[in-house]
């Protein structure tokens, strides 16, 4: 017991902060959207109108919920819920991984293995200090929603059902760390879960049925998602736990196999066996940049493919959303006036997809640069950096690398959303408008490689964690500045705020422009003082 | 000959901690020098700024003639460098890695006589090239490092603890291997807490203690810095005759025997005043390199030495250490 103790103690001492921000943030979010709702859509007409037009409109479906009626509490529920439940799920996977796989792939398991703790018990203590800070989000959405002014009974279904995705996805976490062999691996199994659970709910919600004059029944893709799950309780309309059952049973059954598995296999090994490698290396590994590229062409095909799926979203769903518009013109007119531009429906959907993808390439361009920092900490940099290859040359080989993986990850989702977009038959944009809205998303991630590249330069034992904080900053404030009411100024922080919106004719390329100009002066910035930095270990 | 290494009051400041004290470390041309001091003495510091990597604070340092921290990429396709921790890409396997630093450092560029040599060294190690980094043990990973570092030729040889990790066997492999590159005329800094692997293959030491240089030379020079250990039956022999031997420190009875220590350099009117004595039962046991060592390890521990530590001319012996420990040991 006092080993359990010692090692929860252990956790919570490392993560205090991390989770302070998790925990804080997420409840702040839910927060600001309760009192923004009630200040910005007061009006009960206004918000039948809103949702009126996203019953029509799958692509607000995606990005939202599934309408509930036109109740200002459930249209809170409807605008925020599904973001607060994708919050709890991601700190939920992250904290699972770092406190298993990844202390495993350090050798540091291996001095707590060696002690009467053993094996078994920090995966318990991970367990319980998991599940207590997914309490402690669920509670934080809680407070945060009822502090708003919304109905207290619902907001602790909000709350229960935010705590349940977040345990179910700590489960899914501590199952994929069982399975891969490094940390990065395992993250990034567990955040593709996390993903798909996010788009089967998109999806059916999406697809869903009329049940009433402002609300949906989902389809069943959203059945087959935690996160449609959690959703689907209800909270302020019909409050009911039972869907939660769901999210129980699968947490309960990853559990059980996580400790089975852990139970027959080696500290540090995985369930997938590790292959050969070659004797001598292939032509690629020749170059600094060929190692970079060795080293992060995994996780650069793992972003095209989410691109690519959000690509073949925007090109299915395209048809849905003619027809819907061909039966009822007036649908048209009002998504363009809330969008504020003159583009057909298609494109407006295609722009909304890509919003999404923008952030995969700036994600992707952060964890080039990130990949770099890692290489150094570890000692690998050295190895290269004790060559004839200068620290200038060994940065650039970087950025041109991250500047390959935004420019692949933005033509995999362009291209494979032109094809759908062919093949459903839509000829209201063009090819042609589909790679310039993907075009668009190239100023903002490249702002994420030169910003990070200039941390790197500068503060390189922060800038892993500054890198990431800047992503989740940047989307929250971009996607949810507007929602939550924030001044202009604040999301003007954002990058994506400024990111070109191609909906018509006129396109305002300037903040594009300032972008582009603003990250080459970064990266420029960073090429100079690395000439003067030395090589910092851990 | 020349100097290929050349530190001068080298200074190196972490925020608070000073790693470098002024630092002085002289290599020549073809030798191989050993680089001892004590955990934390700053030797991997040293390396880092003769390798570039990191950059003095104030200080000179050359190597070949030319300042590291602006040249690292000319001076690289001379230096071979094995680092204090070897850390490997998770993915990639031992036989790619050495490919590619090979590569990069331009080594490779002959692909048979290439190839030749990493087979032959593969072999010596007897090193599985097929496994990925992470499944490597730690000697294991060592060796990846030491085959690359060896498999170019190269003109300096940078070695960090290159054999922390290995067995005895391969231990006489890579002293194997540092002779063959000695012989060919490769400049070797060899940084070690193994004395007998530096009793073995280096030319001259430098022992370094809290930044700063503590004895350079070679090391038959350090020897005679050290004091020999004498002792003999005290019995019959009074108080005011044991404290009558000249230049005997520490002297001590204990269980029967009188000990003392006397600088080696002092030995020869200490033999004729216990020949006086006419001593019963007498060792002289020569410095061994331990105790070298720990002399010099042991001040930094004891603060600040309190001025015991020999300067470093070495004036002419009087009883020549090698012979000395050559009788003893018999
Ligand atoms: N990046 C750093 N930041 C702060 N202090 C450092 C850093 N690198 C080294 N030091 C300090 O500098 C001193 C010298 O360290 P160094 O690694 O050079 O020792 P060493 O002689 O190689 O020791 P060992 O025999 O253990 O390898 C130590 O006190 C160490 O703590
Ligand atoms: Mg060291």
């Known amino acids: ?146 502090l708003g002014g919304m109905a207290v009974d619902g907001s602790l279904i909000a709350g229960v059902a935010t705590t349940a995705t977040g345990i179910v996805f700590l489960a899914i976490g501590m199952l994929a760390a069982q399975f891969m062999r490094t940390s990065r691996g395992a993250n990034g199994l567990a955040v593709a879960l996390v993903g798909l659970a996010f788009l089967l709910r998109g999806v059916g919600d999406a697809l869903g049925t009329r049940t009433g004059p402002l609300s949906l029944a989902s389809a069943w893709p959203s059945w087959l998602s935690p996160i449609g799950w959690a959703q689907h309780t209800a909270a302020y309309t019909e409050n009911t736990l039972a869907p939660l059952l769901l999210s129980a049973t699968l947490a309960v059954l990853c559990f059980v196999a996580v400790f089975v598995l852990q139970g027959v296999r080696d500290s540090g090994a995985s369930l997938i066996p590790e292959r050969r490698g070659r004797a001598s290396a292939g032509a690629t590994l020749s170059s600094s940049f060929g190692l970079a590229w060795r080293l992060q062409w995994g996780t650069i095909l793992g972003w095209s493919v989410g691109g690519a799926a959000f690509g073949l979203l925007a090109g299915t769903l395209s048809s849905l959303v003619q027809q819907a518009a061909a039966s009822d013109p007036s649908i048209q007119q009002s998504l363009q006036s809330i969008v504020g531009s003159a583009g057909s429906m298609t494109q407006t959907l295609v722009a909304a997809m890509f919003s999404f993808v923008g952030v995969l390439a700036a994600a992707c361009a952060t964890q080039a640069v990130i990949r770099m920092r890692q290489e150094e900490a570890l000692g690998t940099a050295e190895l290269v950096l004790s060559s004839p290859v200068s620290r200038v040359r060994w940065l650039v080989d970087y950025l041109v690398l991250g500047l390959v993986a935004i420019a692949i990850v933005l033509a995999a989702s362009a291209g494979v959303a032109a094809l759908s977009l062919a093949a459903s038959g839509d000829g209201s944009v063009g090819a042609g408008d589909v790679f310039a809205t993907a075009a668009a998303q190239l100023p903002a991630a490249l702002i994420y490689l030169g910003v990070l590249s200039l941390l790197f330069v500068l503060v390189p034992k922060a800038m892993i964690a500054a890198g990431w904080a800047f992503v989740a900053v940047g989307v929250v404030v971009g996607n949810f500045g507007g929602l939550i009411g924030m001044p202009q100024w604040l999301r003007d922080v954002s990058p994506f705020t400024h990111t070109p919106v191609i909906t018509g004719s006129t396109t305002d390329w300037s903040g594009a422009v300032w972008m582009a100009a603003i990250a080459l002066v970064a990266v420029g910035a960073s090429v100079v003082l690395m000439r003067r930095r030395e090589v910092s270990t851990a | ?224 810095l050290t004091r020999t250990e004498v002792a003999f039956v005290s019995g019959g022999l009074t108080n005011a005759q044991l404290t009558s031997i000249p230049d005997a420190h520490d002297l001590l009875v204990d269980a029967g025997r009188a000990r003392f220590s006397v600088d080696s350099d002092r030995l020869a009117p200490v033999l004729s005043a216990l020949g006086a004595l006419d001593v019963q039962g007498l060792t002289i046991a020569p ?25 470093g001319d070495a004036s002419a012996p009087a009883v020549s250490p090698r012979h000395a420990e050559g009788a003893n040991r018999r």
């Open chain 1, 1 to 146: 017991m006092s080993e359990l103790a010692a090692l929860l103690r252990q956790r919570i001492r490392r993560d205090r902060l991390q989770l302070f921000f998790w925990i804080g943030g997420t409840a702040l979010l839910a927060l600001f959207a309760a009192t923004a709702v009630a200040t910005t859509y007061g009006n009960a007409a206004e918000r039948d109108q809103i949702l009126a037009l996203a019953i029509q409109s799958p692509a607000i479906l995606i990005l939202r919920g599934l309408p509930q009626g036109g109740g200002l509490d459930a249209f809170v529920f409807f605008e925020i819920f599904t973001y607060l439940a994708l919050l709890a799920a991601m700190m939920s996977t992250f904290l699972a991984v770092r406190h298993t796989r990844a202390e495993e792939e350090s050798g540091r398991a291996e001095l707590i293995g060696s002690t009467p703790a053993g094996r078994t018990l920090p995966t318990v203590a991970t367990l319980v200090h998991g599940v207590s800070a997914n309490i402690l989000i669920g509670l934080g959405v809680f407070a945060g929603l009822a």
């Open chain 2, 1 to 224: 000959m020349n100097a290929v290494i050349e530190v001068r009051a080298l200074e190196k400041r972490y925020g608070r901690v000073l790693a470098l004290n002024g630092l002085d470390l002289d290599v020549a041309d073809g030798e191989v020098h050993g680089f001892l001091g004590p955990n934390g003495a700053g030797k991997s510091t040293t390396i880092r700024i003769l390798l570039g990597l990191a950059r003095a604070t104030s200080g000179r340092a050359t190597v070949f003639g030319r300042d590291p921290w602006t040249d690292a990429k000319d001076l690289h396709r001379r230096i071979g460098y094995v680092p204090g921790d070897v850390n490997l890409w998770p993915n990639i396997s031992g036989g790619e890695a050495i490919d590619l630093i090979s590569r990069l450092r331009g080594g490779a560029a002959d692909k048979a006589a290439y190839a030749a040599r990493k087979r032959r060294l593969v072999e010596a190690f007897q090193f599985d090239p097929t496994k990925k980094g992470r499944a490597y043990s730690k000697g294991n990973r060592q060796k990846v490092a030491l085959i690359a570092a060896f498999v170019t030729r190269a003109d300096l040889l940078i070695l960090d603890e290159p054999t922390s990790g290995l067995d005895p066997l391969m231990e006489s492999v890579f002293e194997q291997e540092i002779r063959r590159a000695a012989g060919e005329g490769t400049t070797v800094l060899l940084s070690s807490h193994i004395l007998s692997e530096v009793e073995q293959l280096c030319d001259r030491v430098t022992i370094i203690r809290a930044g700063a240089t503590a004895e350079t030379g070679t090391l038959a020079e350090l020897r005679h």
């Open chain 2, 287 to 311: 410095p061994s390199l331990e105790e070298l060592f720990l002399r010099h390890y042991g001040e930094q521990l004891d603060g600040a030495g309190a001025g015991a530590a020999p300067t």
